[in-house]
């Protein structure tokens, strides 16, 4: 158990829906980061907060959005869905800089867009 | 931008045998981390080593060894005396070093079976 902890474990949904998709981080953890991992693409890094602010952003559509909160939980809004978002949505958290960098990184959601 | 390459997409294991998974990365950086995640068929992200790249002693965690070559900029992991339980994706990883909260760029993973 990392001590990160994401829900829904398992999403189905239909095209155009939106949904939401929570993040808690370890205690103590600022940075918060959402990867997918697909079929095709493999793992890939979507967005990154830290302290509550956006610190970085990759391959993330217009489509999907997030944020941070005060108590530093994160939430991933995906909308408009098409049939190639169906993937499995990791979150992952880091202490404080320095010298460990270990990301640890929650079970995923798996969503399935049908 | 960085990029991770893993070229072996599958390879198997006799159980206790050694086995070698290939890495090589691209990047201008001087200074950065790099790990192996293991997924297991659970999905779960497990971090198996890491190294930095200041260093020039190659990490060894109990069964899992790298071999680090910085100016080949290849990061190979070993595992000795495979066990069943090593049957997973294995995902290599690159962090720049930037007060250690930058995103990880993930290879696309080599599916490893290890066999009875």
């Known amino acids: 158990d990392s001590g990160v902890t994401q829900t829904p474990k398992h999403l189905i949904t239909a095209t155009g829906q939106r949904v939401t998709l929570r993040c808690s981080p370890r205690?103590?953890?600022?940075?918060v980061y959402w990867y997918q991992q697909s079929l095709d693409q493999g793992l890939q890094f979507l967005i990154q907060?830290?302290?509550?602010?956006?610190?970085a952003k990759g391959n993330i559509l217009e489509r999907f959005s997030a944020q941070q909160f005060p108590d530093l939980h994160s939430e991933l809004n995906l909308s408009s869905l098409e049939l190639g978002d169906s993937a499995l949505y990791f979150c992952?958290?880091?202490?404080?800089?320095?010298?460990?960098?270990?990301?640890?990184f929650g079970p995923g959601t798996r969503l399935t867009v049908l | 931008a960085q990029t991770v390459t893993q070229s072996q997409p599958e390879m198997s294991v006799q159980e206790a045998e050694t086995v070698t998974l290939s890495c090589t990365y691209d990047?201008?950086?001087?200074?950065?981390?790099l790990f192996w995640y293991k997924q297991p068929p659970s999905r779960q992200m497990i971090l198996v080593i890491r190294?930095?790249?200041?260093?020039?002693q190659n990490a060894t965690e109990n069964r899992f060894s790298v071999n680090f070559q910085k100016a080949a900029k290849s990061f190979s992991l070993k595992i000795s005396d495979s066990q069943l339980g090593d049957t997973a994706m294995y995902f290599c990883?690159?962090?720049?070093?930037?007060?250690?909260?930058?995103?990880?760029?993930f290879g696309k993973g080599t599916r490893l079976s290890v066999i009875a």
């Open positions: 907060y830290y302290n509550g602010e956006e610190r």
């Open positions: 990883a690159f962090m720049t070093s930037n007060s250690g909260n930058t995103p990880l760029v």
């Open positions: 990047t201008s950086e001087n200074n950065y981390y």
């Open positions: 205690s103590g953890d600022l940075s």
């Open positions: 992952a958290s880091s202490p404080l800089g320095g010298t460990y960098n270990e990301q640890f």
């Open positions: 190294q930095e790249a200041y260093k020039q």
